[in-house]
């Protein structure tokens, strides 16, 4: 993919729709963004004020939109965006935005910052301005199949073991059942026992399921980097083989963009709604919970709290569920402060763990966790997105905070009732 | 140009060309953005847009307590100057005799020490915004001209108005023209600026309560 | 003399052992896969892990050098994979999982502990294509059958 300057401005262009026009036109410059933006909180640096990230974007949007802007152009009075404004700006936009969507929720004038830094990802990644770490990703999420380079055998592998382990069958292209799994390479690589979890939850709960040889994957780094021909590829394959195997709902596994990419953006970026649902894994589980197909015994005595993670609830609109699951294996959950849907993001989500440049910032971003953390002293802290989980491991050791960080569905699975497992029955 | 002479173009032909100037501009703004239209959502809606649009509408202009907290100084500043603005413009009963004239209607005022009270409280809330503004270093940092320009054309109609209710340093015509000249600046600048998010950040809530309310958020 | 034969009866052990035995028993897991774990840090707080006499604060330096291992080891999110490191990263995980107080995981820490070992296992068996389902699990049966007749 050939980038270059003009590209990214003519994409910065294409992004402009009406909503980008009015926040533009409303922002007062009061600055209550910032103290939204954990990046912000945890530096004190104006730049990462969330509006300020926007700038070049604004520019174009000034010049090429507004009647007073087109007029300064042709008088020649406007300042043009250049390249190396581009490169300056792309900390910005990539090392220190993770898409959380908190400034958005804050805006007294009611802009939606990261619906807009979404927006001028496409420009930036266009202009080829786009992190080292993400385009790796993405080549090898086209290329492979996965971001990570997960390919099937290693998958067909983790899924031997857990057969074995188990005793039943992980079904694998199955056609006509109701529901299609995906996993993100992230769950396959570090948490693989997510596997076995939801193994034992859908043989417990009778659920009809299958994973799809040639679709596993649901992380979308396409999203992430800004490059919606890519984002559409990804999603095209799970389409397709969601209508190959006469689905009814695809599953979105724990991991947050994967949830936004193929539940939101989705069909927006293939052109047509699917012909299949798709639900969060907690979702699920919840419905589970309410028409008492899961059973749960015994309760973690241990203090627990939930991290929402972003692109689950605030920006997914999944956010009572997994209270509600929590509330049926935890004796003592308390909600950390800000909980739900302005809760703060854990800093690494929209690629910004993919990035290595970013480490440092993103280090500095989880204190805004760590405050959270300091108020409430749990025991433990249960997330629902597996990119959440390793930087939230790798900030609570980073300030030296002993608390494990615990998967929700993996604590569901602990919790399930020991049903009598009939002979040769298929899970 | 004598006093009269002036206040007489005051009201007549600049008074013409600032109101044809402010809806022009500010409908060309708003056209300018509603032409650039939005693409159907295809994902499986979850909650209604319009609802959630029409709700963050309201909801937007009551901070969650942790924003409160965290820019109380910008909030309440930001409150009190814009109702005070809003209470002297249309509850003053001098300017609600011009609003009689322009729309065939009229409404109630309130006591005059009031409106007075308030213009004097509007400024100085001004001075502290602006005071706050090259202060604070998110703002200091995010300021452009027009911000400051903003400022100006807004407080300059409360303090020539407070000038001429009172009658101070000129004579009663020259005040008036001036203050009148005055509001027809804050007209002719007003869709050039930022100023347009008085209307602006309705259609802006609207698209952010929609699209949160579709995924069934309430923002 | 106790024989296990399935993950049922072999998490019924487990979960029969006190604190200190589980970080027994899960240290014998960790063992049986310490050779794919290139980071040394590993080997010596597997040490401290296996040691019935270690203080609380031993216990307590040797769980937070784990946890640094692990998050060292780990696969970067988007980065390219490599199932052998990964093998590392799990051994790490299972050494986390031995130290970690009981009562803080879900299921146990021995069980959390074989089931970061049986992942090293499957993460090697990628690499070298072997397809060893079942055997790290039948050998931590032998294992903990072992430590129980003990």
């Known amino acids: 993919m050939s980038a270059s300057f003009k590209r990214g401005i003519n994409s910065f262009k294409e992004q402009m729709d009406a909503p980008v026009a009015a926040f533009f036109s409303s922002c007062v410059r009061c600055g209550l963004c910032s103290q939204a933006c954990l990046f912000y909180t945890e530096t004190g640096d104006p730049k990462y004020t969330p509006i300020n990230k926007l700038e070049p974007m604004r520019r174009v949007w000034q010049q090429e939109y507004s009647f007073w802007g087109k007029l300064a152009s042709a008088l020649g009075i406007s300042k043009p965006v250049t390249d190396a404004e581009l490169t300056e700006w792309e900390t910005l936009v990539y090392d220190s935005c993770t898409l959380c969507g908190r400034c958005s929720m804050v805006c007294p004038v009611g802009n939606d910052i990261a619906y807009m830094i979404r927006k001028m990802r496409e420009g930036m990644a266009a202009s080829g301005h786009a992190p080292e770490g993400l385009i790796g990703a993405t080549q090898r ?51 693989p026992e997510f596997i076995g979890a939801i193994t034992r939850i859908f043989r417990h709960a009778g659920i009809s399921w299958t994973i799809s040889s040639q679709a596993f994957e649901a992380t979308n780094s396409g999203i992430q980097i800004g490059v919606s ?47 299949f649902k798709v639900v969060h894994i907690l979702e699920l589980l919840d419905e589970l919970r309410t028409s008492g197909r899961l059973q749960t015994s015994g309760k973690e005595t241990q203090r627990l709290t939930y991290h929402d993670p972003c692109q689950i609830a605030r920006r997914g609109g999944v956010v009572q569920q997994p209270r509600n699951l929590l509330r049926e294996v935890a004796a003592d959950f308390v909600e950390m402060p800000e909980a739900g849907i302005m809760n703060w993001c854990c800093g690494a989500g929209g690629g910004v763990s993919a990035n290595e440049r970013a480490d440092e910032i993103r280090l500095k971003a989880f204190i805004r966790k760590k405050k959270q953390l300091d108020e409430i002293n749990p025991d433990a802290l249960v997330s629902a997105c597996s990119n959440c989980r390793i930087q939230l491991e790798d900030g609570l050791e980073e300030n030296e905070m002993d608390i494990p960080v615990l998967s929700l569905t993996e604590i569901i699975a602990d919790h399930l009732v020991e049903k009598e497992q009939k002979e040769g029955q298929q899970p | 140009m004598t006093e009269t002479e002036l206040l007489m173009w005051a009201r007549g032909p600049a008074l013409q060309v600032a109101t044809v100037i402010f809806l022009l501009g500010i409908m060309v703004r708003i056209l300018e953005i ?7 959502n295809l994902a499986e809606a979850r909650g209604s847009a319009v609802a959630g649009g029409l709700r963050t509408i309201v909801t937007r202009s009551f901070p969650d307590r942790g924003t409160l907290q965290r820019s109380t100084f910008n909030i309440v500043a930001g409150y009190v100057f814009h109702t005070g603005f809003f209470v002297v413009l249309f509850l003053f009963a001098p300017h609600i005799l011009v609003f009689r004239d322009l729309l065939g209607f009229g409404w109630p005022s309130i006591p005059t020490p009031i409106i007075d009270a308030t213009t004097l409280v509007t400024i100085i809330t001004l001075l502290a915004v602006l005071l706050h503004r090259v202060q604070d270093k998110v703002m200091r940092f995010l300021s452009r001209f027009q911000d400051y ?29 001036i203050h009148i000249l005055s509001v027809e600046l804050l007209m002719v600048v007003f869709p050039f600026t930022k100023l347009m998010h008085a209307f602006t950040l309705f259609m802006a809530r609207y698209y952010n309560g929609a699209i949160a309310g579709y995924k069934g958020v309430n923002s | 003399m106790t024989e296990i034969t399935n993950d049922r009866e072999f998490h019924a052990a487990l979960d029969g052992l006190d604190a200190g035995q589980q970080r027994l028993a899960a240290a014998g897991f ?35 050098t784990a946890r640094a291992t692990t998050i060292d080891c780990h696969t970067r999110c988007g980065s390219e994979g490599d199932w052998l490191e990964q093998a590392g990263y799990f051994v790490a995980r299972a050494t986390v999982a031995a130290l970690t107080p009981l009562g803080q995981m879900p299921g146990g820490v021995a069980w959390q502990a074989a089931m970061s070992a049986r992942m090293a296992q499957t993460s090697k068996s990628i690499v070298t294509g072997e397809n060893t389902a079942g055997q790290e699990s039948e050998n931590q049966y032998r294992l903990l059958a072992g430590f129980l007749n003990s």
């Open chain 1, 141 to 191: 999420a086209i290329t492979i199949g996965s971001p990570m380079g997960v390919k099937l055998p290693a998958l067909q592998a983790q899924i031997r073991h857990v057969e074995k382990d188990l005793g039943c069958t992980v079904p694998v292209d199955v056609q006509g059942v109701d529901y299609m799994l995906l996993l993100s390479s992230m769950e396959i690589m570090n948490f």
């Open chain 1, 229 to 275: 021909e890519i984002a559409a590829e990804l999603v095209e394959r799970v389409v397709r083989a969601a209508t190959e195997l006469k689905v009814k709902y695809v599953i979105s596994p724990e991991c947050g963009h994967a949830y936004m990419a193929i539940r939101w953006e989705g069909p927006n970026l293939i052109g047509r709604p699917y012909d």
């Open chain 2, 34 to 40: 509603l032409v650039l239209g939005r693409k159907a």
């Open chain 2, 149 to 177: 320009l903003a400022w100006f054309v807004t407080i300059l109609p409360l303090v020539t108005g407070y000038l001429a209710f009172h009658r101070i340093g000129l004579t009663p015509p020259t005040l008036i023209a």
């Open chain 3, 30 to 64: 960790v063992k049986s896969v310490l050779h794919l774990c290139t980071d040394e840090r590993i080997a010596r707080v597997l040490e401290v892990a296996a040691d019935p006499g270690a203080s609380d604060a031993a216990l307590a330096e040797a769980l937070k």
